[in-house]
Nanobody
Framework: EVQLVESGGGLVQAGGSLRLSCVAS????????IGWFRQAPGKEREGVSC????????YYAESAKGRFTSTVDNAKNTVYLQMNSLRPEDTAVYYC??????????????????WGQGTQVTVSS
C-alpha cells in the first residue's frame, strides 16, 4: 500500500521557520520524484518543490526559491521541506506527492500521483 505521511506543520509568526517531513512507503522511493504542493483556502493547488531521492537535486517554484530547501534522507524514505522567512501568504495545507516534474519555472503534479493527508501551515503577521 502506497502511503505518504506529512508532519511538521503548525502556527508560526512571519519571519519564522518550519520543517515539514514526508515519510513515504509502498513504492520504490529511490525511483520516485517527491513533490511538495500547497493549497490555500479559495486558491488552486500550487507546486512548491520537486526532488528525486536518487539524485538529491531539488527544483523549486519561484515562490519558494531562496527561502525553502528540500532534502532527502534515503535511509528513512523521508523528504523534508525546510521553510525559512515564512510569510502570511505561505499559509496553506502542504501536501507531498509521489510524482512531480519541473517545467517552465513551475512544479507540476501528474495524474498518477499518490498524495498524503496534508499538514496545515499557518503564518501570522
Amino acid at each position: 500500500e502506497v502511503q505518504l505521511v506529512e508532519s511538521g506543520g503548525g502556527l508560526v509568526q512571519a519571519g519564522g521557520s518550519l520543517r515539514l517531513s514526508c515519510v513515504a512507503s509502498g513504492f520504490p522511493f529511490d525511483d520516485a520524484k517527491i513533490g511538495w504542493f500547497r493549497q490555500a483556502p479559495g486558491k488552486e493547488r500550487e507546486g512548491v518543490s520537486c526532488i528525486m531521492p536518487s539524485e538529491g537535486v531539488p527544483y523549486y517554484a519561484e515562490s519558494a526559491k531562496g527561502r525553502f530547501t528540500s532534502t532527502v534522507d534515503n535511509a528513512k524514505n523521508t523528504v523534508y521541506l525546510q521553510m525559512n522567512s515564512l510569510r502570511p501568504e505561505d499559509t496553506a495545507v502542504y501536501y507531498c506527492a509521489s510524482d512531480c516534474y519541473y517545467y517552465n519555472g513551475d512544479i507540476h503534479s501528474t495524474t498518477v500521483d499518490y498524495w498524503g493527508q496534508g499538514t496545515q501551515v499557518t503564518v501570522s503577521s
